[in-house]
């Protein structure tokens, strides 16, 4: 039987409103929680069914932040009896002379006190499900093209998302080896210019969260054709700009639009011509002048087309002799003696093209001192060079000269001379 019934039939059992009819009865509590150790029986489950709740955060899954929220949540306890206590034990302190009105409320408390624990350990456990939860539940790459079929020079668009998206999920999207922006809706959008006549084959890389928050990664690929109008029109274009340079590779495509690539072939009047790839060439050229690009083919009427372009030949441009980021000008003494030497650098130009620095001559002048002068070899400041380099103080000034650098084309220029006052 129950502990609370025993006491209710020990002290008279219940009256017509349902309470106790001995309310002040005080020996009942004491005879049956002390003396015949119910007390103590209760101290023991109230100490275990909290360590049941407090178990169940165990382990490496949860923190000792979380271990000690549910420490703090789980009301149901046995407070320790106060030092300087008459009362030896939990069972007697509470128990002890105490009248059963009191015994009956706090029995009921521990009661509520179980059930508030019970539902603080469920509201936790929840909360920490539904942290890593993420609400989806079919995954798959989409790619969705503006079209399959494309006419040489038009846009290619494609969107390519995770379907079911979250934005939990966080996906990272990747495209013919490239990463691109999501938005907020999971999609990243992907442009390119169709200019090589075939089929072309567009992959994507989706890295993603599941519902239950575990990294997982999806490919996808689709196929799509470039084709060229059907009149047959021969296309040459540059693949940088209307002008080859002397010394670099030069990118240009040709076709004919309505003719598959192998039923074409493309040439140039002066320098090589190297193809790279389906409507895909390079080209190389040593002379300054004019070249012409010609692309033929047969129709299938049999009869021949073909067309020419005209590109200028030019010499790549000289570059700019530089000390650090500077061409000239003032420089502060510590910036100043911190460089290494110097540089050819050229400014915005569209080709990948590096001039090497043979010589240059450099000249001291300071103000009541004979000018010191330097042939130095290489970019590099040499010894001598750099003994001048560190001797520079406000007011000096310093001359670059007879800059000797060999570009890609293997010519050799001399570049203007620059110069530089100290502060």
């Known amino acids: 039987m129950p502990i609370k019934d025993t006491l209710n039939n020990r002290a008279g059992g219940l009256d017509s409103t349902g309470w106790v009819s001995k309310l002040d009865d005080q020996e009942a509590p004491t005879s049956y929680m002390i003396d015949q150790a119910k007390g103590s029986e209760l101290e023991a489950k109230i100490l275990e069914y909290r360590q049941k709740f407090l178990d169940l955060f165990k382990g490496s899954d949860f923190s000792d932040a979380d271990r000690q929220a549910m420490d703090q949540a789980t009301l149901l306890k046995v407070d320790p009896v106060p030092a300087g ?3 030896k034990d939990w069972a007697t302190y509470t128990f002890h002379q105490m009248p059963i009105v009191s015994v009956i409320t706090m029995l009921d408390k521990f009661k509520g006190d179980a059930k508030n624990t019970a539902s603080a350990a469920v509201d936790k456990l929840k909360n920490r499900v539904s942290q890593e939860e993420i609400l ?3 995954f798959d790459v989409a790619i969705v093209p503006n079209s399959r079929n494309f006419i040489t020079g038009e846009d290619i668009e494609a969107e390519v998302f995770l379907t079911a998206s979250s934005s939990q999920s966080k996906p990272s999207i990747s495209i013919n080896g490239r990463g691109y922006p999501v938005d907020a809706g999971g999609r990243a959008k992907y442009t390119s210019k169709a200019s090589s006549p075939g089929k072309q084959t567009l992959s994507a890389n989706i890295s993603y969260k599941d519902g239950f928050g575990n990294q997982k990664s999806v490919n996808k690929s689709i196929d799509f054709n470039i084709i060229t109008p059907p009149d047959h029109v021969a296309v040459v274009s540059p693949t940088k700009m209307n002008v080859f340079y002397i010394g670099v590779d030069n990118p240009v495509s040709a076709s004919i639009t309505g003719l598959r690539e192998d039923q074409t072939k493309a040439s ?4 090589s011509m190297t193809k790279q790839g389906p409507g895909n060439y390079v080209v190389r050229v040593t002379e300054p002048g004019t070249a012409n690009v010609t692309v033929s083919g047969t129709k299938k009427d049999g009869s021949a087309i073909s067309k020419s372009v005209e590109f200028r030949i030019k010499r790549i441009p000289d570059p700019i002799p530089r000390i650090g980021k500077l061409s000239g000008g003032s420089m502060p003494s510590g910036e100043f003696k911190a460089q290494q030497g110097l540089r050819a650098a050229l400014d915005d130009f569209v080709f990948d093209a590096k001039f090497d620095v043979k010589s240059f001559e450099i000249t001291r002048a300071a103000k009541g001192a004979d000018l010191e002068i330097n042939l130095n070899g290489g970019a590099m400041f040499d010894g001598k060079s750099r003994s001048m380099i560190d ?9 670059f000269d007879k800059i ?13 001379s620059i110069a530089f006052k100290v502060m």
């Open 85 to 87: 206590s008459d009362q």
């Open 136 to 138: 989806f539940d079919s």
């Open 268 to 271: 140039i009047s002066s320098g």
């Open 391 to 399: 001797k520079a103080k406000p007011g000096d000034i310093y001359y």
């Open 404 to 416: 000797k650098v060999v570009g890609p084309d293997g010519t050799q220029r001399i570049l203007s």
